[in-house]
């Protein structure tokens, strides 16, 4: 690691592949990065932070505990220089900025560093305050339609497949959210059909939905053998022999993008975008804002209005 006294020019900081599985073993070590993680109650939050801080690590060249209870400013702001010469987006180097700030922080108040080291380091403008912000494309009412067709519902796969795909685009659910569904939160209150997702900071978010998604997921538990099982997961690996089991992040993602060729869209596609899609369309729809940001669980408005794609109308394009 370079000297703590020393600005750190970008030749000290190696252009090769970074080491990050040597980061991740001596963040193992260090027993205050493990309690800080603790405090997130998101997998996907902790991953993504922990990620942050090995590759800030690798980059530095940071071998022990003590050399990361030293780093000062100058490292920071080097680090932040490599990154952007490396062709980071905005974003990324905003997260990884905010993830290493947010250790040094705990790390200040356990009294292990004397003050946090990114204090004052401007982080890059992300651009997420306003209509249309955000960075997740939306998809046409022709290509969705391809996507919920596509399905095989001759099998229990396809049932599935069908079910998981309404919920994506009728309830603009995160990726990994429908995995967390159990049947018992599927229901009804009074006659409108409800979905009870766990969502961000393990929330509890009860959201309407259309009849359409509701019969296709009826459909789908009535062929499922789990289907009069309240408390087994909802959507579950068809070859399951490990008994009651979700299905895991990457499942779905990898679903999405078999469904999206199969649908004639970009194979780059992913569940997000029908997050985006769905609060567009809901914005075209006339729904107020708030009531779209509940839906969706977001905590601020801004966030919301950030995937409101409206104000793009290539069908209006001049040219």
Known sequence: MPDPDHVPSLVEFGKGDLDTHSAFAMLSNVREENAWLANFSSDNTRQTYRRAVASFVATLGISTPDELYQVKQAHILAWRSSMESAGLSQGTIANRLSSVSSLYRHLTDKQLVPANPCAGVKRPKTGNAGIGAGKSPTLSKRQVRGFLDAPDTDTLQGLRDRALLHVFFYVGARCSEPAKLRVKDFGYDAEFPILSLTIKG???????????????????????????????????????????????????????????????????????????????????????????????????????????????????SAS
């Open 202 to 316: 393990n929330k509890t978010n009860t959201v309407a939905i259309t009849l359409a998604c509701a019969k296709v997921i009826r459909e789908y538990l009535d062929a499922a053998p789990h289907g009069l099982e309240p408390e087994a997961f909802l959507f579950q690996p068809v070859k399951n022999g490990h008994g009651d089991t979700p299905m895991s992040r990457s499942q779905l993602f990898n679903l999405f993008k078999r469904y999206a060729v199969k649908a004639g869209i970009d194979s780059n596609a992913f569940p997000h975008m029908a997050r985006a899609t769905m609060i567009t369309a809901a914005f075209e729809a006339g729904c107020a804002g708030e009531d779209i940001q509940r839906t969706v669980g977001h905590s601020s408005i801004t966030t919301t209005e950030g995937y409101n794609h409206t104000a793009q109308k290539h069908r209006q």
